[in-house]
């Protein structure tokens, strides 16, 4: 995450996404939305493309940084705070310096060899992690807030939190292809966590 001015990882809710980096409105204040915990409905539906680029998509992308930010993730998709919209923004840098914001993500090309290995995670499933390969690569076109298209090339992590978030957009989450019996007790496991 893009943080302002001197970023201080002990003090996390000091800080604030810079509205240049993710490309908004430096006159919006960001607000935390409530995170949608699988296995609700909401992240098995597939998103709807972003047709409109204007202020209420600024303040969507906004909140999701921020949202991100209070809750240490990497990778944010809209279903997860409710939105239905092809809208991920993905911390290309682990120093929380770089936040990129993917409007309407297309997968150009994906490394043929899945050799990227990592503990996947994910905000929706607090607390359960899966040992994962995904393609070391891959090169995505996506617009930005203003609706310029631009084409990157992500590798490594980034390129894996690219996948994740982008398998939010199509209703897929990492937990899916699990067995029943391994599935019912992460959902019990995320019920009782979310009575305290
Ligand atoms: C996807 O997920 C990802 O369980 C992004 O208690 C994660 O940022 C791709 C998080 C890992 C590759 C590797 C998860 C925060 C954050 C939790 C996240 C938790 C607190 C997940
Ligand atoms: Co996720």
Redesign the pocket.
Known sequence: MNLTKEANFLDLEKYFPDPEIIGVSPTLIPACRPLIYWPDKILATPCNPVIEFDIVLQQLVLDMAFT?AR??????AAPQVGELLDVII??EQLDFSNPVVLINPTVIEVDPIYKFS??????S?????EK?KRPNYVIVEYQNTTGQTNIKNFTG?AA??VQ??MEHLVGKI?VDDLSSLKKDRIKKKIKKKSKV
């Open positions: 991100m809750t240490n993730g990497i990778g944010i993905v911390e990592t503990m996947e995670g994910c905000l499933v607090p607390g359960h992690y994962r992590l894996f939190v994740h978030e990492f």
